[in-house]
């Protein structure tokens, strides 16, 4: 049986990756009413990403015969004023995501979790690609400034990616 300590840290990473989910989602409708189809796509697939991961903890807990307690999410934000924020809040997101996650791999081996431990380190690969790819859009974001011709190239890259599934 999993303990309580990491059956309630794993039940918050849920919580963690749905508001993930539930920000992104925000930020892709807040895209689509700004007429950035490209970044709308590539949001709603990140924000697509996200439950996926909190659905592969919440198997996880089942596999383990835990008990899934799901929590309330917080009200992501609804507007920006510019995308190059909507990258900046991203990448913060990821890194205190990586953090959260972080902890429960310490956790695991305080608990001599080992499967847990190894459970995690999908995570932990994970994480390292996520806040890399939205640190690498923010510098975009960053380097475009007010140059509408750079934002409209880079929202018709994005509008290019494909889904993982
Ligand atoms: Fe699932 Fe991007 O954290």
Redesign the pocket.
């Known amino acids: 049986m999993i303990k309580d300590k990491i059956l309630k840290a794993l039940n918050k990473q849920i919580n963690?990756?749905l508001y993930?989910s539930y920000a992104y989602l925000a930020m892709s409708a807040h895209f689509k009413s700004e007429s950035l189809d490209g970044f709308a796509h590539w949001y709603r697939l990140?924000s697509e990403?996200?439950y996926g991961?909190a659905m592969k903890i919440l198997d996880y807990i089942n596999d383990r015969h835990g008990k899934v307690t799901l929590m309330k999410i917080d009200p992501p934000k609804a507007t920006w004023k510019a995308p190059v924020d909507i990258f900046k809040e991203t990448f913060d997101?990821?890194v205190s995501?990586s953090k959260s996650i972080n902890g429960i791999v310490e956790l695991s081996l305080a608990e001599k979790d080992y499967a847990t431990n190894n459970f995690m380190q999908w995570?932990v690969s994970?994480?390292v690609e996520?806040e890399s790819t939205a640190l690498k859009l923010l510098d975009r974001l960053k380097l475009i400034g007010d140059n509408k011709n750079g934002l409209i190239m880079l929202d018709r890259e994005l509008g290019m990616r494909a889904s993982a599934s």
């Open positions: 963690e990756e993930s990140q990403e996200e991961h997101q990821e995501v995570f994970e994480q996520e």
